[in-house]
């Protein structure tokens, strides 16, 4: 269930009711594609960092170690000794972002394994298997991520091609959970709104998936190639018809800055591999941009990564000790960049939160942007 508790402008502050617990919104999800957060980064790690919710991947755990051997251990939330929300993305935008070899059909997709190669058949009644299997939170609608600059031609077919799957899928999740050997009968389905830059294309589309009355919504098919301006004119555009009363999610963003800009927009799911990922190569985020530990600069700089930070690394590490251990390939040095980037943005959304609790998100969102912009001391 989700409960609107106050909005500014289109930006909304909600809390979201689930089998696993409450989600206070807007949220970002801590991505662990495959169970885990790349950089060792443990579950305990996620409770003491404030996390609200864990984001994992259908297909990379359908590949390996397969969804059937996690049902056989309880499910992802027993198989990871997490009890909070976790949300599984359908395994979509992989099929058609990491396979070389693909077949798109009405039935599905038909591709070959990234890890060995094997020949894989992905619909909508397996991608609802397999999140079945898993047990997750919610599970994500499985849908057809057409690039961004397709030929409009193309993305009329696709998203016509990805309601007709959305209803195969809610069809299927009714099932699902109906059946006596389902491990989460509460398991949520999120249909998921495409049309690439078309606006006009994205505004029907969401129309048509509002019909169905989902427990949530999400834009996908944005950040992959347009501008940060097209995305947040497509937001404008596409966000109002879109239920309000239902959690709206806007996948694979992003930097703090579209975050903030997202919200404004109406959005409050968030999930992106960037905290996780510039962490591993020792980029890290502070309250006024984002910093290189690999560069020189911090050689003798005894000072935490950000002295506002409440994250285990900066309440204890220098920048100066944290570059050596990431100079020295030393995995400590990784996790702890990694640590901190995931805190920031937990702490960046309780920031939001409050903000909007107070009716202070405009005057919050334009120092926030302008001090993320300052020069980092």
Request: hydrophobic letters at 35%.
């Amino acid at each position: 269930m989700y409960k609107l508790l106050k909005t500014e402008g289109r930006a909304k502050r909600a809390e979201f009711t689930t089998v696993h617990g409450v989600v206070q919104t807007p949220v970002f999800m801590n991505v662990g594609t495959v169970g885990a957060i790349k950089g060792a980064v443990s579950t305990e790690d996620l409770e003491n960092i404030g996390t609200q919710i864990e984001l994992s991947n259908t297909y990379h755990l359908h590949v390996r170690p397969g969804d059937e051997v996690i049902k056989k251990l309880g499910g992802l939330h027993k198989f990871m000794s997490w009890n909070k929300p976790i949300l599984t993305d359908s395994g979509g935008f992989q099929v058609f972002s990491l396979a070389k070899l693909r077949s798109i059909k009405e039935e599905g997709v038909f591709f070959n394994s990234h890890i060995d190669g094997r020949r894989i058949f992905m619909g909508p009644e397996e991608s609802m298997q397999i999140q079945s299997n898993l047990a997750s939170t919610i599970a994500m609608a499985f849908d057809e991520c057409a690039p961004s600059k397709a030929d409009r031609k193309y993305v009329e077919n696709s998203v016509a091609r990805t309601t007709r799957w959305l209803e195969r899928c809610n069809a299927e999740l009714k099932r699902l959970n109906s059946l006596e050997d389902t491990i989460n009968k509460e398991q949520l389905l999120f249909g998921i709104n495409q049309g690439a830059v078309y606006e006009d294309i994205r505004i029907e589309h969401a129309k048509r998936i509002s019909e169905l009355d989902l427990p949530g919504y999400a834009l996908g098919g944005l950040a992959v190639g347009e501008t940060h301006e097209e995305m947040y004119h497509i937001l404008e555009e596409t966000v109002p018809y879109l239920p309000k009363d239902k959690p709206t999610y806007l996948m694979g963003v992003g930097t703090p800055a579209n975050i903030l800009e997202s919200v404004d927009r109406g959005i409050d799911f968030f999930d992106c591999v960037y905290p996780s990922r510039n962490g591993r190569h020792g980029h890290v985020y502070t309250n006024h941009g984002k910093l290189n530990l690999f560069n020189a600069k911090y050689e003798l700089d005894d000072k935490p990564i950000d002295e506002a930070c409440g994250c285990p690394a900066c309440r204890r590490y220098s920048r100066a000790y944290i570059r050596h251990l990431l100079k020295a390939k030393e995995m400590l040095g990784m996790r702890l960049c990694v640590t901190h980037n995931l805190y920031f943005y937990n702490n960046l959304m309780t920031e939001i939160r409050m903000a909007l609790d107070e009716g202070r998100f405009a005057e919050y969102k334009k120092h926030k942007l302008e001090d993320m912009g300052a020069d980092i001391p």
